[in-house]
Each structure stands twice: as C-alpha cells, then as structure tokens.
T-cell receptor, first 111, second 114 residues
Framework: TQLLEQSPQFLSIQEGENLTVYCNSS?????LQWYRQEPGEGPVLLVT?????EVKKLKRLTFQFGDARKDSSLHITAAQPGDTGLYLC???????????FGKGTRLHILP | NAGVMQNPRHLVRRRGQEARLRCSPM?????VYWYRQLPEEGLKFMVY????????ESGMPKERFSAEFPKEGPSILRIQQVVRGDSAAYFC????????????FGPGTRLTVL
C-alpha cells in the first residue's frame, strides 16, 4: 500500500513567519501535486512536480520534489492569513494510475 | 470556461433512501474521478471513469455504490440504501486525456444521512 504521510498535521503560526510542511513516502512517484483546500470547498491545484530535485516557486510558496521522487516539501515565506487552509499532497505512482492523497497539513496563520 | 460542477451542493437523505450525486467535468476533459472526504481527513479515491468506461473502481465499496459516466450528460455517483456512515463530502475531479495527473476539483456534495 502506497502511503503519503504529511507533517505536521496541524500548524499555527504568526503572520510574517516562515514555515515548511512535508510530504513523505516509501514509494517512488512519477508526479506529485500540492493542493490547498478551504472549508466547504474543493481542493485547488497549486503545483505539479515531476522531476527529481525539481523546485517550483509560486509567489511566496516554494515546492521541492526530492531527488528520489519519494518526498516533497512546501515552504511558505512571510505567511499571511490568506494562506490559512488545508494543504494536501497527492502522488501518482504510475502514469494514468489513480492519485493517492495524504491526510493534509492544516495551517492557520494568526494575524 | 466553467470549472467542474457538482450538484447538489448539499444532500440530506434518511437511512435506506438513495443518493444521486452529479458531476459535470470541465469542457474538454474526458476523465472523471470521485473521492470521499471525512471531516479532518484527506481524500479517499473511490472510482476513475472515462466516457462509458470504468477504469478503476478499487476504492469503491462493492455493495450499494455505483458510478457511471455516460456518453452524454454528467457522471453520476449513486449510493443505494444509504446508512449514517455514508455521510461525508464527495468530490469529483476531472482531467484532460493527456495529463491525468492534473486534476481539477468541483466544490463537492455534502451528504448527510439522518
């Protein structure tokens, strides 16, 4: 069974601080996605990474795919209250396979 | 360019009734996925469909649950004889043919079984 473990489960920090959340697995993924979900809404795709070691930036968010394509991290610089939400990582082991989701990191940014 | 649409957004059923959840994929998308999410949990894969074909239903309970994606019209997730444990948010996602790892989600249907 392929599992994606996300840590921490919950994170509450002050506005302006930096943070990193992690997504780890013992499986190798052909691609990995990060989503953000707000209460009462569906997940919104933030990024897809496909190459080991790949780094992608989206404004204050930096996503990294591990060299072995088994793990990923999301770093947020100068967090803002608008970053509050559930961050989900999801991975595809083989092309066109079903996507597996982690349980998410629930992030709360205090103003 | 409309996104993935799901209806109803909220559905209340009594135990034993049937629930029908609808999903219209994004224009041009040929793949539909259904997921279930319990409070404080991630998304659990249920079924993956292309037009008129079920590709992978490994996450769907063998009894009471069925899904279809007809040639015309939305994808339907059908739950017969609902029980309280079926209460959850059900999300549909769609992806284009050549990029199945990029899924776009609908707003979900929140099913409450009384």
């Amino acid at each position: 069974t392929q599992l994606l473990e996300q840590s921490p489960q919950f994170l509450s920090i002050q506005e302006g601080e930096n943070l990193t959340v992690y997504c780890n697995s013992s499986s190798v993924f052909s691609s990995l996605q990060w989503y953000r979900q707000e209460p009462g809404e569906g997940p919104v795709l933030l990024v897809t990474v496909v190459t080991g070691g790949e780094v992608k930036k989206l404004k204050r968010l930096t996503f990294q795919f591990g060299d072995a394509r088994k793990d990923s991290s999301l770093h947020i610089t100068a967090a803002q209250p608008g970053d509050t939400g559930l961050y989900l990582c999801a991975g595809e082991v083989n092309r066109d396979d079903k996507i597996i989701f982690g349980k998410g990191t629930r992030l709360h940014i205090l103003p | 360019n409309a996104g993935v649409m799901q209806n109803p957004r909220h559905l209340v059923r009594r135990r034993g009734q049937e629930a029908r959840l609808r999903c219209s994929p994004m224009k041009g998308h040929s793949h539909v996925y259904w997921y279930r999410q319990l409070p404080e949990e991630g998304l659990k894969f249920m079924v993956y469909l292309q037009k008129e074909n079920i590709i992978d239903e490994s996450g769907m309970p063998k009894e009471r649950f069925s899904a279809e994606f007809p040639k015309e019209g939305p994808s339907i997730l059908r739950i017969q004889q609902v029980v309280r444990g079926d209460s959850a948010a059900y999300f549909c996602a769609s992806s284009p043919l050549l990029n199945t790892d990029t899924q776009y989600f609908g707003p979900g249907t929140r099913l409450t079984v009384l």
